[in-house]
């Protein structure tokens, strides 16, 4: 069916360690896929995004990466810090009328 | 004004009563969504609005939630018969670009149905 799978569920790193996270999508025709944090008791907010037509884009810690092919992109961030420590989503849009996002990884960095 | 603003931002409400939530998007966005957040867990799409087109409604979890849009700009959200289940954070975001930019989202509501 339409999804959007995401995996971990919870993820736990030292400081200053890289982590990543992967989510796969149904829809082939899918073009967009942006990753937003969500901290504690605050709204999701974006923090980078990939069109399908790159298969990678940085800004300075993070990264995603995006393979058409197996539909699946992942987002790396490396040298992590304890400010990093928060819930991550993905998201694409999944047909002309619904933008679905993953269940959610919960990223703890340890001081 | 300046982002999305959601009212009320907070709910409390008897099992079985009527609840209406209000989403004022970003002044010239055109694609408003609604997303519900239970406690602890992901963003559950609900709905989305592109305009005036008439909306896809199948994400909507029952036929006592309903959503409408006017004027191509606030949005509102009804919850009928409200249950326990209903209970979550309801979220509402707009964006520029439909499908394919940056959503921006809302404070929430709170939902508590006793």
Known sequence: GENVEQHPSTLSVQEGDSAVIKCTYSDSASNYFPWYKQELGKRPQLIIDIRSNVGEKKDQRIAVTLNKTAKHFSLHITETQPEDSAVYFCAAPLGFNKFYFGSGTKLNVKP | GAGVSQSPSNKV?????DVELRCDPISGHTALYWYRQSLGQGLEFLIYFQGNSAPDKSGLPSDRFSAERTGGSVSTLTI??????????????????????ELFFGEGSRLTVL
Do not use: F, W
């Not at chain 2, 409400?13 to 009563?17: A, I, L, N, R, V």
């Open chain 2, 80 to 101: 009928q018969r409200t249950q326990q289940e209903d209970s979550a954070v309801y979220l509402c975001a707009s964006s520029l670009v439909v499908l394919t930019g």
């Open chain 2, 13 to 17: 409400t008897e099992k079985g009563k």
